[in-house]
């Protein structure tokens, strides 16, 4: 069974510009989690879908940051215009279900510099 | 909210040597899962293990076991007979009441000595 993937791997763009990520979770998992970790913080949570829809999107730095799960399969996030802040790594994570227990299995993660 | 605190940011053993990573945790939810990952060079965050709050025994999964001691709010990973490839970033987690948000620490950077 393939695990999550993540596109790009790695991602150097110019401030300003428009940066699109792409997560694959696991097939039949309907929930889907992104996170970020940016330089020498922790890693933080940034929002949640169940299916294609968003349940909780409170870690959202900013309205420069759009999710989107069309059709409840892949996830993309898009960083518009991306500011020099938002370079890290951010991980997609997804889980069959929600529950204290529940295991999130995560992806390689997307390395964005932004310069 | 929940906190998760790691107070060792790298860590040294000696290959076939147990290791204790600490965590301490913080949280008002009645109800809560702790979790380890690891992160090697490569990048992917790998599960190990996890505990449930209610669980009356201490998580085991192979080499690795979870020291759970509720009342100091504390769930240390313990690595028995440490190999080289246990060389990576270890990270602590916790979940919310709701289950889908996980609260991470700092880290520890575990290096295994040949």
């Known amino acids: 069974e393939a695990g999550v993937t993540q596109f790009p791997s790695h991602s150097v763009i110019e401030k300003g510009q428009t940066v699109t990520l792409r997560c694959d979770p696991i097939s039949g998992h309907d929930n889907l989690y992104w996170y970020r970790r940016v330089m020498g913080k922790e890693i933080k949570f940034l929002l949640h879908f169940v299916k294609e829809s968003k349940q909780d999107e409170s870690g959202m730095p900013n309205n420069r940051f759009l999710a989107e799960r069309t059709g409840g399969t892949y996830s993309t996030l898009k960083v518009q215009p991306a500011e020099l802040e938002d370079s890290g790594v951010y991980f997609c994570?997804?889980?069959?279900?929600?529950?204290?227990?529940?295991?999130?299995?995560f992806g390689p993660g997307t390395r964005l510099l932004v310069l | 909210a929940q906190k998760i605190t790691q107070t060792q940011p790298g860590m040294f053993v000696q290959e076939k040597e147990a290791v204790t990573l600490d965590c301490t945790y913080d949280t008002s939810d009645p109800s809560y899962g702790l979790f380890w990952y690891k992160q090697p060079s490569s990048g992917e965050m790998i599960f190990l293990i996890y505990?449930?709050?209610?669980?009356?025994q201490n998580a085991t999964e192979g080499r690795y076991s979870l020291n759970f001691q509720k009342a100091r709010k504390s769930a240390n990973l313990v690595i028995s007979a440490s190999q080289l490839g246990d060389s990576a970033m270890y990270f602590c987690?916790?979940?919310?009441?709701?289950?889908?948000?996980?609260?991470f620490g700092g880290g520890t950077r575990l290096m295994v000595k040949p």
């Open positions: 505990q449930g709050s209610y669980d009356q």
């Open positions: 987690a916790t979940t919310n009441n709701a289950g889908n948000m996980l609260t």
């Open positions: 994570a997804s889980s069959p279900g929600t529950s204290v227990l529940q295991t999130q299995y």
